[in-house]
C-alpha cells in the first residue's frame, strides 16, 4: 500500500479497538515468567554448550601473543575460539569496532575470544586460563581534550552537520539580551533489564539464532555479512526483548560468538554478555559538549540562536546529532547549528533512546530556562511566544501537526504552574527548598516501510505475521487491535507472531517509528485480505462491512471463519511511503513539568511529582503510550541526576561497569508522574494516524529537572547529572 496523500476516514477511525486501554496481550507471558527470552531458549535445541567471552584488557593496541593451551585443557572445555583460528570474517554494515577482535584492539571489553564448555561455569572458569599478551598504543580517552582536534563530520541520516539561516553572528552580536553558555552531558548506558544473549545452532550451512534484537532484518543481513554466507542461510528469532533503548539495535558480540562456536563445536552454543561487561563491550550514548548562543530582542522574541555540539568516536563512528532540534523548535530569523566530531578510542558510541534530540533538548531546554529569566518572562511563556508554525529553515514548509503551545498551557494549567515563585531558592518546606522547573519536549516523527501477513484460518482466527519486534513497548497489543479493528475482529480472535527472520520485513523498533509504522504495515496487510475476503464471498470489497467476525454486503452476511474456509486465505502486504516527511516536517512534541526538593543542608535532590502533556498524534493505546513515557520520564530522571559512566582517561575505559555501581532511579525515586496525551491525529503520518511516543518522554525531561533544581536553590548546573557535590557550594544560607 502506497502511502503519499494524507489519510482520509478509514477503518481503524471506528476506534472500537484502537485507542482503548488494552492491556498487554503478552502480559501473563511476562508475569508468569514463560515468555522465552534469548537465555532461556532451552527448549530450541538439545544437548547446548555454553560460551563465556574473553574480552580485552586494554583499550588500543595489539594483542602481540594469546595463549589458550590452559583453557583447552581445563576440564570439559569443547574448543576456544579467537581472531587466529575462527576463519575469514566479514564486517557488518552496522558496527563500527569488529565483534570478534585480534589482533588489533579497538576499544576496552572488546571480545578476543570464546571459551565452549559444558556448563557455564567451566566455561568461565576456562576463560580465566587464557593468558593475553597486549603492546599498548596510545588513546584518546577525554572529549574535553580531543574536541580541540574534532572535525566536521559526513552529513548524516538525520540532517547536515552544519545548518545555517540568516546571519546568525550580526544578530547575536547586536541583540540587546544575550546568553552564551556551553553545557556538557556525560556518557550513559542504556541499562537494559536483559542482558545481551544468543542460543546459536547449525543444521548443516543454515544458521538459526535465538537472540535478544530491536531490528531482525539489519541483524540478520549484518550476520551473514560477518559471517561471510547467504542471507537465506541465516535465520534470527527474537520474540521478546528484555529492553534495548538503542543497544540491540545492532548485533553484538554474542551473536557472532556463539554462531562461530557452534560451529567449532558442533553443538548448540549459548552465550550470554555478563554485566560487568555490557557497558565497555557494546555501545553507549556519548559525551557531549554542546554551547549555546540565543540573542533576544526585549519584549524576549528570539532573532538569532546558535547551538553547536561536540562529541567523539571511534574511527568510523558517528557524531551525536545533539543540535537537530534547535534547527525546528524555535522561531527566529538567524540561526546556526553545527555538528563536531572528534577521535576517542572509548568504546563505540551509538543510538541510545531519542539519540539526538534526548542530549540536545538537555542543554537548549536550560538554556531557554536560563534565556526567560534574562528576559524576565515565565519560562512556559517565553517558549510560547518563540512557537513557529512552520519549519524555520524553510520557511513556507508546514509541521504535519504541531500543537506545542497548547501541551505547555495545558500543562501548565495541570500542574498548577502559577503557583511557583519564579525567584529562586525561596521556596521552604521544612528542611526541603522547593522548585518547579518545565521543559518543552520534541522528537521527530519517522516514516519507513514495513510488512506484514496476514492469515485468516476456518476458526476464524487471524495470525498476524511480522518481523516486527517487541521491546517491552506493547507492538504485540498494538498489532492486535490494529487487526482486530481493521478486520472487524474480537481482539481474542488475533495471534500476533514477531521477531522472525522468515517473516516479513517490518521497520523493527527503533527511533520511536516502531509503533506507527508496523502497525500502518500491519494495516496494508488487512486491507489486501479485506479485498480477498471480500472477493471469495462475491461482495463488492469497497461497499463490504467487516464486523463482529462476519462481512456483511446487501443483504448477504457471512462468517469470516467460513469464507477462510479449511484452505484458510493469506494477504501480504506492507506499507510504503510517498514524500509526505519532506513537503511536511513530521515531529512530536510535549511539555514536561517537574517538582523538586533539595535537602538545604546536603543538598540530597527528591522529585516529588512529574508532568508530560504529550501531542503525538493518535494514542494507538492510551495504557502502552503511557508506560511507554513514564519509562522515559523515569530514564529522564536517571539523565538529570544519576546516569554518567565515568571514564579512566588514563586507561581509556568506563569504570562503573554494573548496575551496582551506575546509577538509574529506582521506584522510590519516582513518587508521581501523570501523563496527558492530547486528542490528536495526524492524518499525514499514516493510515493510522499515529506518531512516536517512546522516545518523546525522554526529551527535555532532564532540563526540566536541572530548572527545577534552580528554581529550588538558585544554582544553575550546566554539567549533568546534577549530584550532590554541584550544589553545596551555592545554597542559600
Ligand atoms: Mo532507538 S535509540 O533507535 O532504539
Known amino acids: 500500500m502506497k502511502f503519499d496523500t494524507p489519510a482520509t476516514t478509514n477503518p481503524i477511525d471506528q476506534l472500537k479497538v484502537i485507542g482503548r486501554p488494552t492491556d498487554r496481550i503478552d502480559g501473563p ?35 602481540t601473543a594469546i595463549d589458550t593451551s590452559r583453557a583447552r585443557a581445563a576440564p570439559r572445555v569443547l574448543a576456544v575460539v579467537t581472531a587466529q583460528n575462527a576463519g575469514p570474517l566479514g564486517k557488518g554494515i552496522f558496527n563500527v569496532a569488529a565483534l570478534l577482535a585480534g589482533p588489533e584492539v579497538q576499544h576496552y571489553h572488546q571480545a578476543v575470544g570464546l571459551v565452549v564448555a559444558e556448563t557455564f561455569e567451566q566455561a568461565r572458569s576456562a576463560a580465566g586460563l587464557v593468558r593475553l599478551d597486549y603492546e599498548l598504543a596510545p588513546g584518546a580517552f577525554d572529549l574535553s581534550t580531543a ?143 554542546q554551547r549555546i548562543r540565543i540573542g533576544c530582542r526585549r519584549n524576549g522574541k528570539i532573532i538569532a540562536i546558535g547551538h553547536e555540539s561536540w562529541s567523539g568516536n571511534l574511527p568510523g563512528g558517528a557524531a551525536e546529532t545533539a543540535v537537530n532540534q534547535t534547527r525546528l523548535l524555535y522561531a527566529g530569523a538567524n540561526r546556526m547549528t553545527a555538528t563536531r566530531l572528534a577521535v576517542l578510542d572509548l568504546p563505540e558510541g551509538s543510538a541510545m533512546r531519542a539519540p539526538g534530540e534526548a542530549s540536545g533538548m538537555m542543554a537548549l531546554e536550560i538554556a531557554m530556562d536560563e534565556m526567560a529569566e534574562k528576559v524576565g518572562m515565565d519560562p512556559v511563556k517565553f517558549r510560547v511566544l518563540n512557537d513557529t508554525q512552520e519549519d524555520p529553515e524553510k520557511p513556507g514548509r508546514p509541521f504535519s501537526q504541531r500543537q506545542l503551545v497548547k501541551c505547555l498551557e495545558l500543562g501548565a494549567e495541570r500542574f498548577a504552574w502559577n503557583r511557583r515563585n519564579p525567584r529562586p531558592g525561596r521556596v521552604r518546606d521544612g528542611r526541603w527548598l522547593v522548585g518547579m522547573g ?51 475482529l474480537p481482539l481474542e480472535k488475533v495471534a500476533v507472531r514477531l521477531g522472525d527472520s522468515t517473516f516479513p520485513v517490518s521497520c523493527g523498533s527503533g527511533g520511536q517509528w516502531g509503533g506507527n509504522n508496523s502497525t500502518a504495515g500491519v494495516y496494508a496487510a488487512c486491507m489486501k485480505l479485506r479485498d480477498a475476503v471480500a472477493e471469495k464471498a462475491g461482495l463488492d470489497p469497497a461497499q463490504a462491512v467487516f464486523a463482529d467476525g462476519q462481512v456483511r454486503g446487501g443483504d448477504r452476511r457471512l462468517a469470516l471463519a467460513d469464507i477462510a474456509g479449511d484452505a484458510g486465505l493469506v494477504a501480504e502486504d506492507h506499507i510504503e511511503y510517498g514524500d509526505l516527511d519532506k513537503r511536511y516536517q ?148
Open 29 to 63: 507471558l511476562k508475569t508468569t515468567g514463560t515468555a522465552p527470552y534469548a537465555n532461556d531458549r532451552h527448549d530450541v535445541a538439545p544437548n547446548q554448550a555454553y560460551g563465556y567471552v574473553v574480552v580485552a584488557g586494554i583499550a588500543k593496541g595489539r594483542v
Open 147 to 289: 574536541s580541540a582536534s574534532a572535525v566536521k563530520p559526513k552529513d548524516g541520516s538525520s540532517g547536515p552537520a552544519d545548518a545555517a539561516v540568516g546571519d546568525f553572528a550580526g544578530a547575536f552580536a547586536k541583540a540587546p539580551v544575550t546568553l552564551d553558555a556551553t553545557y556538557t552531558t556525560p556518557d550513559q548506558s542504556h541499562a537494559m533489564m536483559e542482558p545481551h544473549a544468543t542460543v546459536a545452532v547449525w543444521e548443516g550451512d543454515r544458521l538459526t539464532v535465538w537472540t535478544s534484537n530491536q531490528m531482525i532484518n539489519w541483524s540478520a543481513g549484518d550476520l551473514a555479512r560477518a559471517l561471510g554466507i547467504a542471507r537465506e542461510k541465516v535465520r534470527l528469532v527474537s520474540p521478546f526483548v528484555g529492553g534495548g533503548f538503542g543497544g540491540k539495535l545492532f548485533l553484538r558480540a554474542d551473536v557472532l560468538l556463539a554462531a562461530l562456536g557452534a560451529r567449532a563445536t558442533n553443538r548448540a552454543v549459548r552465550v550470554a554478555l555478563p554485566r560487568p561487561l555490557m557497558a565497555n563491550n557494546t555501545t553507549h550514548r556519548p559525551a557531549t559538549i
Open 438 to 488: 518545565m521543559a518543552a519536549a520534541f522528537r521527530n516523527n519517522l516514516v519507513t516501510r514495513s510488512a506484514a501477513r496476514v492469515r485468516l484460518d476456518n476458526r476464524g482466527v487471524l495470525t498476524v505475521e511480522t518481523d516486527m519486534t517487541d521491546i517491552g513497548t506493547g507492538s504485540y497489543t498494538i498489532i492486535a487491535q490494529t487487526a482486530a479493528e481493521t478486520m472487524g
Open 586 to 733: 513530521q515531529s512530536t512534541f510535549g511539555a514536561h513539568f517537574v517538582e523538586a526538593a533539595v535537602d538545604a543542608a546536603t543538598c540530597e535532590i527528591r522529585i516529588r511529582r512529574m508532568l508530560a502533556v504529550c501531542a503525538a498524534g493518535r494514542i494507538l493505546n492510551p495504557k502502552s503510550a503511557r508506560s511507554q513515557v513514564i519509562g522515559a520520564m523515569t530514564m529522564g530522571v536517571g539523565a538529570a541526576l544519576m546516569e554518567a559512566l565515568e571514564v579512566d582517561k588514563r586507561r581509556g575505559f568506563f569504570v562503573n561497569h554494573d548496575l551496582a555501581s551506575y546509577e538509574v532511579p529506582v521506584h522510590a525515586d519516582i513518587p508521581h508522574q501523570e501523563v496527558i496525551f492530547l486528542d490528536e491525529t495526524d492524518p499525514i503520518s499514516s493510515p493510522m494516524k499515529a506518531k512516536g511516543v517512546g522516545e518523546l518522554g525522554i526529551c527535555g525531561v532532564a532540563a526540566a529537572v536541572a530548572n527545577a533544581v534552580y528554581n529550588a536553590t538558585g544554582v544553575r548546573v550546566r554539567d549533568y547529572p546534577i549530584t550532590l557535590d554541584k550544589l553545596l557550594h551555592g545554597l542559600p544560607a
